[in-house]
């Protein structure tokens, strides 16, 4: 229920379509639990899936068609099912949505805001196989359904959206690879692959990286917009994590998004949804819209004269569930008025049908019914990778005269200072368990494992414009051995629903920052929780603050920051989010989509006239790591260790073949596609062997990443560089380790203002590393390569 509130403020029909029924999600399956359908072609497994699918819809009445079309499905007595939810969710833990009332726990991890920060693909793939495990056992136990609307694939493109807590990355490459990685470990299970263990969802299907914001008195809102996002942008930033998800990640579904694109509204999109997703990358499982999209299509876009035909350019776009009840109601008289024919409706059908066969909805018990809610859900296993998450990802942002790590038996005691000393359990519950079976530790629980801990929070909460408290803190931190800040944002500032109305740290934060660090006996430690970047100058500046540390948003799982700062594992996790000066929140609305610098055609969020249509227009600086022109406060893929590296690149090639690209381009045009396969994009033979060497006296892991600056760079729209490839490796003291990375064809493409990809002859630069970390002990290289005429 928990998602009420934030939904009712932008669609209050919500409520009364989707919690109209909270009873149990019990599975029956027809083919096994009842001797009805014995020899019915639909429970015959020796039957090829198209047929059993057809037979089964074939058997279906009209009405119960009809209302199958419809997230919240009831039951279909011609198939001896019951009512089936599609709805539920799982970005950081199973979450049963409300559909199971008997407080089954559950285990709740790290935010991928959080977790994206370890490029580390095996620990994002063991995150996603235990909460699709967990899925599963609630299922056998009748718990839970069995399709997940996890994970977000959007990127993190704008340091206002209030949804950036539940996505990996600002970069598309990244973004992909940890859709790749949660949704195979989600949907596979190891002991019956011919299942689908728990349905994912890469979603929001596309470009909806905006809630709903107020600036200069204009409104836009994530429902109602048409967002302008140019076909470059499109091809090379919004769309490849989705493609990777779809064909790297074989997600079984997809969701369209509230908004629309260039005039379409996502679900009403043939474009997207059938030739890009389907017809291109080769998607092959369910669409279904978020939660009454398909009646924004109507009743937010005003798309079309009539909801027949909304629902008509709904589902022959492809959007085959509706989450809401828009297609049930209207579906009917749409049929009557001759707007759509029943075979539109057997189409979507069998999409969606498709995916419960392979969910084993209609398959003989296997395997997959042995996984128990007792073995798997909150198993020791899950718990120790739910602090695993954030322990790999913390980013360390400074650290000057090794004020990190603590030593335990030199400190006598801690204060935690600042509004998010007790943030925990206020967020465990967004897009994540109702019930988790961690308990709600804080930030002075972590370290209290070590030393005496206390906290008080200086300021009420993160927004609040309140100082009375601060003289309090200053005294606390006079007398305390070692003051520890614990600042940032919460789900206050911006969540779903809410973007964030600033870049900067509050006034009343900002004094309690400056007055605690300067009465602290020593240098502070400042430990800072945020999803949407906040600009750090003055924090990076501050003599008195000794160390950063960036932890996302990691809510009960919190506890692995004392073994961070007292220095039982070395930090190696790495900012996946570029942070800007505060400026840049005056430049640049929200509202705007490009991801090039340019004019912007709205106006500057900071402006006073009175009349909007006055506002002198803003600027884009270039969104994300890959367009930014100006200086950023922390770059993209910062992060400092207790160690120090050395990168030599061992192993470079001489030149750069570019037959091969133009050979996968010439195909892709060949076959009239949009887009080369990733298979295709990542193929190619000019690798780099980088030798990493731990030059400092302690073990620790290390993030190594490959980025390409292409001819031209930051000329015309050419990104200035882009990630290519990433290892997370482990590297003694005194040791080395040597790490592959392949930059692929597709890394030799550049696109154009129309979309087409084509190649780039010229002069390449690939960097490992990022050079902004050197003087804090980073490892970097680079090489320039040359390609051959
Ligand atoms: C299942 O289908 C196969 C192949 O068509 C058929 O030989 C068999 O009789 C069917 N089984 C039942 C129980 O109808
Ligand atoms: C910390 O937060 C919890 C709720 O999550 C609350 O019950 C508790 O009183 C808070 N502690 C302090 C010291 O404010
Ligand atoms: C990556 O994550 C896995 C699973 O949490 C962990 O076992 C492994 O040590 C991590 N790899 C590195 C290099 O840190």
């Not at 009209?62 to 539920?88: F, V």
Request: net charge negative; glycine share 8%; with cysteine.
């Amino acid at each position: 229920m928990k998602f009420f509130t934030f939904f009712a403020v932008a669609s209050p029909l919500f409520a009364s379509t989707v919690f109209a029924d909270e009873a149990n999600p019990v599975l029956v399956n027809p083919c096994v639990d009842t001797t009805d359908f014995l020899t019915a072609d639909f429970c015959n497994v020796t039957l090829p899936l198209s047929a059993r699918v057809a037979d089964a819809i074939k058997r279906m009445t009209l009405d119960e068609k009809i209302s199958a079309l419809d997230s919240d499905t009831p039951e279909i007595p011609s198939l001896g099912l019951n009512r089936y939810n599609w709805w539920s969710e799982a970005s950081s833990g199973v979450d049963t949505h409300g559909a199971d009332d008997s407080g089954t726990k559950t285990t709740k991890f790290a935010f991928p805001i959080t977790t994206g920060m370890s490029f580390n693909r095996t620990m994002w793939k063991a995150t996603g196989q235990q909460i699709g495990r967990e899925a599963r056992a609630l299922m056998n136990a009748g718990k839970a359904w069995s399709t997940f609307w996890a994970p977000v694939v959007n990127l993190a493109r704008e340091p206002r959206w209030g949804r950036n807590i539940e996505v990996s990355s600002e970069d598309p490459f990244q973004s992909g690879e940890y859709a790749t990685a949660f949704v195979t470990g989600f949907q596979e299970a190891p002991e019956d692959p011919r299942y689908v263990q728990a349905s994912a969802c890469c979603k929001h299907f596309i470009a909806n990286e905006m809630e709903g914001s107020t600036e200069d008195g204009h409104e836009e809102d994530r429902q109602h917009v048409d967002s302008a996002v140019s076909q470059q942008d499109l091809m090379d930033s919004y769309m490849p994590p989705f493609q990777r998800c779809v064909e790297k990640g074989k997600v079984t579904s997809l969701m369209c998004s509230y908004n629309a694109v260039n005039g379409v509204p996502s679900c009403a999109n043939d474009w997207l949804l059938t030739t890009v997703a389907r017809d291109n990358w080769g998607f092959d499982g369910t669409i279904v819209s978020d939660c009454d999209a398909d009646s924004d299509v109507f009743n937010s876009h005003y798309y079309t004269d009539t909801p027949e035909e909304t629902v008509r350019d709904v589902l022959r776009a492809g959007t085959d569930i509706d989450c809401g009840d828009f297609v049930g109601t209207n579906a009917q008289s749409a049929l009557d008025k001759g707007v759509i024919t029943e075979a539109d409706i057997d189409e979507r059908l069998t999409q969606a049908f498709k995916l419960r066969f392979r969910l084993q909805h209609f398959d003989p018990v296997g395997p997959l019914q042995s996984i128990s809610e007792a073995d798997t859900v909150c198993s020791d296993h899950a718990i120790e990778l739910s602090h695993d998450g954030l322990i790999q990802s913390a980013a360390l942002l400074k650290n000057d005269d090794s004020t990190l790590p603590f030593s335990a038996s030199s400190l006598n005691d801690v204060v935690v200072i600042g509004p998010n000393f007790n943030l925990s359990q206020s967020t465990a519950g967004y897009y994540g368990p109702d019930n988790h079976c961690l308990d709600a530790f804080t930030l002075v629980d972590s370290i209290a494992q070590f030393v005496d801990a206390t906290g008080m929070a200086g300021v009420p909460d993160v927004l609040s414009d309140d100082t009375s408290g601060i003289s309090d803190a200053v005294e606390a931190a006079k007398k305390a051995d070692q003051v520890v800040l614990a600042v940032g944002t919460d789900l206050t500032w911006a969540r779903e629903g809410t973007d964030a109305a600033s870049i900067a740290f509050t006034n009343a934060q900002a004094e309690l920052i400056s007055k605690v660090s300067a009465a602290a006996s020593k240098p502070v430690v400042l430990v800072i929780f945020t999803a949407t970047p906040l600009d750090l100058t003055d924090v990076l500046a501050n003599e008195n603050i000794g160390a950063v540390l960036h932890v996302g948003q990691p809510s009960v799982t919190i506890m692995g920051a004392g073994d961070l700062l007292f220095g039982k594992t070395s930090p190696a996790g790495r900012t996946i989010q570029t942070v800007y000066k505060r400026e840049y929140q005056d430049q640049i609305s929200i509202f705007d989509f490009n991801m090039r610098p340019g004019p912007s055609p709205f106006a500057r969020p900071d402006c006073t006239e009175d009349n909007y249509g006055d506002c002198e227009k803003g600027t884009n600086p270039g969104r994300t790591y890959r367009f930014f022109t100006g200086d950023a406060v922390v770059p993209f893929g910062f992060g400092l260790s207790y160690t120090s590296f050395d990168y030599e690149i061992v192993s470079a090639p001489k030149t750069v073949s570019m037959a091969p690209v133009e050979k996968m381009l010439a195909s892709t045009k060949d076959q009239n596609k949009l887009f080369s396969s990733v298979e295709e994009q990542e193929s190619g033979d000019t690798g780099y062997i980088v030798k990493v060497t731990n030059t400092g006296d302690i073990d620790a892991d290390e993030v190594v990443l490959g980025f390409v600056t292409p001819p031209g760079a930051g000329e015309n729209g050419t990104p200035l560089k882009s990630l290519f490839g990433f290892e997370r490796v482990h590297v003694k003291a005194g040791e080395s380790v040597e790490v592959t990375l392949y930059p692929g064809l597709a890394d030799f493409t550049l696109v154009d203002e129309e979309g087409a990809r084509s190649a780039a002859h010229g002069e390449y630069s690939f960097s490992f590393g990022v050079e902004e970390t050197v003087v804090g002990g980073g490892g970097f290289a680079r090489h320039t390569v040359s390609t051959e005429a």
